[in-house]
Structure formats: C-alpha cells, structure tokens
C-alpha cells in the first residue's frame, strides 16, 4: 500500500520562509506528478505547485517567485520551500501525487494526510 506522509508545518511570521516535505511510502515504480495544494478554512482546495517526473513544475499565481517545488525521483519525495510568506498563505497544505506506479496497483492519485501552516504575527 502507498501512503504519502508529509511534514514541516507550523507557525511562522509574516515574511518568514517554512518548509514542507513529503514521502511516497510502498514499493513504487514511477509517479507521474508530485505536488502540494491547501486549503484555507471556509475555501476550496487549490493547487499550489507541482512538478512532473520531468521537471516540469506549475504554480499558482500568488506563490510565483516566492515558493520553489523540488522533488527527487529516486526517493519519491516532494519539498515545497515557501519564503515571504503571508497571512493570506495560511491553510492546511496536502501533498498530492498523481498516477503512482506501485509494485501491485496503479493509483490514480493520492492525498496526505495535510500540515497546517500558519502565518501570524
């Protein structure tokens, strides 16, 4: 079974920078795409970056120049290095992954099980 466990959440001040990873856990072959949405509380969940199994990343306007999507391939893992963060950033942030090749299944996509990150002062 593939699980997808993330980390790095917590409480950090505006203009502060905040890390998140995530790990594929299973016998996996491939995953096509690994990336992180959130979701603010009274909003619906929206992309925030992800990256394909070639490099190819994608983000959500208001985190371009301030958010950095990395994964590595031979781990199965995912980071989201978020810098210059706002109030407005605070949410619940899921790691995402996309048609996860795994040793007995092909998974259409997998959740984490969500970090909060809060931006206060």
């Known amino acids: 079974q593939v699980r997808l466990v993330e980390s790095g959440g917590g409480l950090v001040q505006p203009g502060g920078s905040l890390r998140l990873s995530c790990a594929a856990s299973?016998?996996?072959?491939?995953?096509?795409?690994l990336g992180w949405y959130r979701q603010a509380p009274g909003k619906q969940r929206e992309l925030v970056a992800s990256?394909?199994?070639?490099?190819?990343?994608n983000y959500a306007d208001d985190v371009k120049g301030r958010f950095t999507v990395a994964r590595d391939n031979a781990k199965n893992t995912v980071s989201l290095q978020m810098t210059s963060l706002k109030p407005e950033d605070t949410a619940v942030y899921y790691c995402?992954?996309?048609?996860?090749?795994?040793?007995?299944?092909?998974?259409?996509?997998?959740w984490g099980q969500g970090t909060h990150v809060t931006v206060s002062s």
């Open positions: 995402n992954a996309e048609n996860i090749q795994s040793a007995y299944y092909l998974y259409t996509e997998l």
């Open positions: 299973g016998t996996i072959f491939s995953i096509y795409a």
């Open positions: 990256v394909t199994s070639d490099g190819t990343t």
